[in-house]
């Protein structure tokens, strides 16, 4: 893997934007880095403990579902659904772009890499401007759900399979 001063730096929607529509196999991590992530080589589940066969991380290709939709709009939704992490894991964590061969699923369903190869990391300056660009989506989309928020009344069934 690459050290932290040779990747560059994500600074704009638009830029991770053009990066995900002339790239595929992109996937967003949460974590101290590549450097840190270099000894480490697999996640742990955070309930159970156990080793899992990869690093976790976020796919950022485009699902066909979203269609015509803008590619800005798309990887805006991917960063915000995790914009949480740096606050639960701690100072000196912070997301970044890699490519890696897909060893599996965590228990969030989500990809489990290995043979890992950074690609760039994403400035707070273009998190800010995902969690501005999903909330200007207010009226348009449906509340976040996060950290045992309540949903809104009337709501609670709404996205439940059986509800």
Not at 68 to 93: C, F, M, Q
Request: hydrophobic share 30%.
């Amino acid at each position: 893997m690459s050290t932290r001063d040779e990747l560059p730096v994500l600074r704009s929607l638009k830029e991770l934007a053009d990066l995900v529509q002339h790239a595929s196999g992109l996937h967003v991590r949460w974590s101290h880095g590549p450097d840190a992530d270099r000894d480490l080589v697999t996640s742990r589940d955070g309930l159970t403990g156990v080793r899992l066969p990869g690093l976790s991380a976020n796919p950022l290709d485009l699902e066909p579902w979203w269609e015509d939709r803008p590619v800005e709009l798309w990887v805006a939704r991917r960063l915000y659904d995790y914009s949480h992490l740096p606050r639960e894991k701690g100072p000196g964590v912070r997301p970044w772009i890699l490519r890696g061969r897909v060893e599996g699923r965590g228990p969030d369903n989500e990809p489990l890499l290995g043979d890992v190869d950074p690609v760039g990391w994403i400035d707070e300056a273009l998190i800010e401007e995902a969690e501005e660009t999903v909330d200007r989506q207010e009226g348009e989309w449906g509340p976040m759900q996060r950290d045992g928020d309540e949903p809104p009344r009337g709501t609670e069934d709404r996205d439940r399979p059986d509800g």
